[in-house]
């Protein structure tokens, strides 16, 4: 009984396989697990334009010693193990609605360990066109966030 259901499993796995695209026909990207690229729409396939407003130079910046993890939203997300001080820049401008309700920019400091050995959160600061716009000090314990349009 059970190298009955076995094998009928096998079977069926293998046409639903069959039929779910699991064929030859398959792109390299998503044979190797990539998602395909998804068709860009331009104004004249949708007939909206998307207007995008003035770009502005954005540095996201951590201070401290040693390694920690830091989480931000910049022209990407990310989540990563960097080493302190850390710092990241990309010029972003805010489009469509966002031209309306803002564009956020946050960077979130994982934890430092400080001179007496207490864990606190890291410093942050975010900059724009030159100037701070936002900063923390190191035990906060707040994430650094910005809007702008």
Not at 39 to 51: I, L, M
Request: glycine share 12%.
């Amino acid at each position: 009984m059970r190298k009955t259901l076995t094998g009928a499993a096998f079977v069926v796995a293998a046409v639903l396989l069959a039929g779910c695209g699991g064929g030859a026909d398959e792109s390299a990207a998503e044979s190797k697990g990539e998602s395909p690229a998804q068709p860009s729409h331009t104004s004249e396939e949708s007939g909206d334009a998307v207007e995008e407003g003035t770009p502005h130079k954005v540095t996201i910046e951590v201070k401290g010693a040693g390694t920690g993890s830091v989480m931000y939203t910049l022209d990407e997300d990310g989540f990563e193990q960097v080493t302190l001080p850390w710092k990241k820049t990309a010029t972003i401008a805010a489009r469509g609605a966002e031209r309306k309700v803002g564009r956020l920019v946050i960077v979130t400091p994982g934890n430092v360990t400080r001179p007496d050995g207490r864990l606190v959160a890291a410093a942050c600061s975010i900059t724009v066109d030159g100037k701070t716009v936002v900063k923390t000090e190191e035990g906060a314990g707040k994430p650094c966030s910005y809007k702008f349009k």
